[in-house]
């Protein structure tokens, strides 16, 4: 069964510090993968999108790897800030594209 | 653009009454999506159509639901009878082919919220 599955769960860290979220997947193969950002009361918005041959996608703070091989990917958030507060989610494509498998987020919580 | 638009942003209703959520999707997007947010299972998708037709609707719970899609710029779900388990958070969301990589993005509306007391 295709399974996205997302660690931790929660996490709390201070502003300025830095942090990484995991998300590894069965999806095999796979066209591609998302990290969505959703803040509370809000829709998910797209931070990075990878397909399976790429290792790293940047954007601003925010930086996702992927490993194909052991099925894994993460989110790296560089120097926290208090709107960084949020839930994550990670969302791989089937290659077939005939399905989006979701993890079901990581929230992560910074604090001043 | 606007984004994806959704109404209403909140609804709280009595369990046995009808709900109908409503979605305009962005302009020239022609995959449209149903999903439904708990806190226990987290997204999940509902349905989905392309060019207003309905591909999968296998994430429908049950004959309770129902979606339509009457045109290219509108898109309701319909809850008929709405019951207490029924309670989350509604998203529609669109996209260009969603396997075109950047261009399918995935645009997210803000959501409904339903309540079912």
């Known amino acids: 069964k295709n399974q996205v599955e997302q660690s931790p769960q929660s996490l709390i860290i201070l502003e300025g510090k830095n942090c990484t979220l995991q998300?590894?997947?069965?999806?095999?193969?796979?066209?591609?993968l998302r990290w969505y950002k959703q803040d509370t009361g809000r829709g998910p918005v797209s931070l990075t999108i990878?397909?399976?041959?790429?290792n790293t996608k940047s954007n601003g703070r925010y930086t996702a790897t992927l490993d194909a091989d052991t099925k894994q990917s993460s989110l790296h958030i560089t120097a926290s800030q208090l709107s960084d507060s949020a839930s994550y989610i990670c969302v791989v494509t089937n290659q077939a594209g005939t399905a989006l498998i979701f993890g079901k987020g990581t929230t992560l919580s910074v604090s001043s | 653009d606007a984004g994806v638009i959704q109404s209403p942003r909140h609804e709280v209703t009595e369990m046995g009454q009808e709900v109908t959520l409503r979605c305009k999707p962005i302009?020239?997007?022609?995959?449209l999506f149903w999903y439904r947010q708990t806190m226990m299972r987290g997204l999940e998708l509902l349905i989905y159509?392309?060019?207003?037709?309905?591909?999968?609707d296998s994430g429908m719970p049950e004959d309770r639901f129902s979606a339509k899609m009457p045109n290219a710029s509108f898109s309701t779900l319909k809850i008929q009878p709405s019951e207490p388990r029924d309670s989350a958070v509604y998203f529609c969301?669109?996209?260009?082919?969603?396997?075109?990589?950047?261009?399918?993005?995935?645009?997210f509306g803000e959501g409904s919220r339903l309540t079912v007391l």
């Open positions: 159509f392309n060019n207003n037709v309905p591909i999968d």
């Open positions: 969301a669109s996209s260009l082919p969603w396997t075109s990589g950047l261009t399918g993005e995935l645009f």
């Open positions: 998300c590894n997947y069965t999806v095999s193969p796979f066209s591609n």
């Open positions: 302009s020239g997007h022609d995959y």
């Open positions: 990878m397909t399976f041959s790429e």
